[in-house]
T-cell receptor
């Protein structure tokens, strides 16, 4: 069974540009969550989608957005990039929502903003 | 809101030494607790979990017990190996209301020397 895949693995952008990251969950998983990992702030929750609906959102500015498609694949978009957006962006999928649904993480997309 | 506090390290041990990484949490309700491990250049892997008080999670020689009275979930291993070198994250999942997300500690870098 294929794991969570994220594309691209690495990205270099300049300030002011926008970027789209993609996440393909494990087959059959309907929930996708996104996290930002930085050395200073650690792992922070961005948002969670279930059945194409955003169910939860973390404390990030409106420049960060996402969506989920009918096949459960998800994308996140960051507009007007800032230097502080440089981070590892991790996607996780689970069968559903709730405390007993284990989240499986992808390898991440390393975004560098110059 | 929910929070997780873990010893930040870095922790450096010799092979076959005993490992303890402390983790305490603050949360409403009855969260599930997790330890994740991140190897260099990779995403997070679930190491072990516990979903209710007094549960013991175990995997690959690692153990942690859900202690509600002390709000703790300390990670232990009796004899570490060089291959255990990684970053370890304590996390909680609290599905109270619509709060479907993992809250992570800052992570603890473990280095095991031969």
């Amino acid at each position: 069974k294929a794991g969570v895949t994220q594309t691209p693995r690495y990205l270099i952008k300049t300030r002011g540009q926008q970027v789209t990251l993609s996440c393909s969950p494990i087959s059959g998983h309907r929930s996708v969550s996104w996290y930002q990992q930085t050395p200073g702030q650690g792992l922070q929750f961005l948002f969670e989608y279930f059945s194409e609906t955003q169910r939860n959102k973390g404390n990030f500015p409106g420049r960060f957005s996402g969506r989920q498609f009918s096949n459960s694949r998800s994308e996140m978009n960051v507009s007007t990039l800032e230097l502080g957006d440089s981070a590892l962006y991790l996607c996780a999928s689970s069968l559903g929502q709730g405390r007993n649904n284990e989240q499986f993480f992808g390898p991440g997309t390393r975004l560098t903003v110059l | 809101g929910d929070s997780v506090t873990q010893m930040e390290g870095p922790v450096t041990l010799s092979e076959e030494a005993f490992l303890t990484i402390n983790c305490t949490y603050t949360a409403t309700g009855y969260p599930s607790l997790f330890w994740y491990v991140q190897y260099p250049g990779e995403g997070l892997q679930l190491l072990l979990k516990a979903t209710k008080a007094d549960d013991k999670g175990s995997n690959k020689g690692f153990e942690a017990t859900y202690r509600k009275e002390t709000t703790s979930f300390h990670l232990e291993k009796g004899s570490v190996q060089v291959s255990d070198s990684a970053v370890y994250f304590c996390a909680l999942y609290n599905s109270g209301g619509s709060n479907y997300k993992l809250t992570f500690g800052k992570g603890t870098l473990l280095t095991v020397n031969p």
